[in-house]
C-alpha cells in the first residue's frame, strides 16, 4: 500500500521567508504525485502534480516541489512567503491499482505566515 | 461550470438519524469520490465509483452507503448517524481519462455534527 507522510503538523514563517513543507512517500511502483492546499473553510485545490515527467514541477502561486526518487521525497517550496498562503497543505500519493485513481492523502501541514 | 457542489453546507444531526449528503458535478466527469475529514488525520475516502451503477468501498465505508445513477449525482447516505461520524465530508471528481495523472476536483465540503 501507498502512504504519505508529510513532517510536522504546524509550520510558520515570517512573511518574506523561504517556505519549505516536507513530504515523504511510499510506494512500490513509480507514484504520481500531488500538493493541495485548503483555505479555510473551502474544498481542496490542486496546487501542482507530479506525473513522471519533470522532477522539478511548478504549480500556483509561486509554488514549486521537486521529486527525488533516491529519499522518495516529494517537498513543497515556495522563495517568499505571503500572508495569503497561510492555509493547510496536503500531500497525496496516487494509487495506480485496481479500476480507480485513489488518493492516499497525508495528515496535513498548517502554515502560518506572521508580519 | 459550477464544478462539484455539495448540499447541505452545514447539518446537525441526532444520534440514529438518517440523512443524505447531496453531490453534483457538471463536468462530465466518471470518476467521483467521497472523503471524510477529520482533524490531524487528513482526508479519508469513504466510497468512489468509477462511472453510473458502479461503486465500492473505500478505506472507511462502515455507516454509509452511496448509489450513482446519473454521471452528475453521487449522494452520500447516513442510515444510524453515530457520534463518530462527526466531520467534514468532501465529494470530488475526476475526468478518469488518464488514470492517476489528472487532478481531482473538490466540493466545499459539508460540516456534520452528530450529537
Known amino acids: 500500500a501507498q502512504s504519505v507522510t508529510q513532517l510536522g503538523s504546524h509550520v510558520s514563517v515570517s512573511e518574506g521567508a523561504l517556505v519549505l513543507l516536507r513530504c515523504n512517500y511510499s510506494s512500490s511502483v513509480p507514484p504520481y504525485l500531488f500538493w493541495y492546499v485548503q483555505y479555510p473553510n473551502q474544498g481542496l485545490q490542486l496546487l501542482l502534480k507530479?506525473?513522471?515527467?519533470?522532477?522539478l514541477v511548478k504549480g500556483i502561486n509561486g509554488f514549486e516541489a521537486e521529486f527525488k526518487k533516491s529519499e522518495t521525497s516529494f517537498h513543497l517550496t515556495k522563495p517568499s512567503a505571503h500572508m495569503s498562503d497561510a492555509a493547510e497543505y496536503f500531500c497525496?500519493?496516487?494509487?495506480?491499482?485496481?479500476?480507480?485513481?485513489?488518493?492516499?492523502f497525508g495528515t496535513g501541514t498548517r502554515l502560518q505566515v506572521t508580519l | 461550470n459550477a464544478g462539484v457542489t455539495q448540499t447541505p453546507k452545514f447539518r446537525i444531526l441526532k444520534i440514529g438519524q438518517s440523512m443524505t449528503l447531496q453531490c453534483t458535478q457538471d463536468m462530465n466527469h466518471n470518476y467521483m469520490y467521497w472523503y471524510r475529514q477529520d482533524p490531524g488525520m487528513g482526508l479519508k475516502l469513504i466510497y468512489y465509483?468509477?462511472?453510473?451503477?458502479?461503486?465500492d468501498k473505500g478505506e472507511v465505508p462502515n455507516g454509509y452507503n452511496v448509489s450513482r445513477s446519473t454521471t452528475e449525482d453521487f449522494p452520500l447516505r447516513l442510515e444510524l448517524a453515530a457520534p463518530s461520524q462527526t466531520s467534514v465530508y468532501f465529494c470530488a471528481s475526476m475526468t478518469g481519462a488518464e488514470l492517476g495523472a489528472y487532478e481531482q476536483y473538490f466540493g466545499p465540503g459539508t460540516r456534520l455534527t452528530v450529537t
Open positions: 497525496a500519493v496516487s494509487d495506480l491499482s485496481g479500476t480507480a485513481s485513489k488518493l492516499t
Open positions: 465509483s468509477v462511472g453510473a451503477g458502479i461503486t
Open positions: 507530479y506525473t513522471s515527467a519533470a522532477t
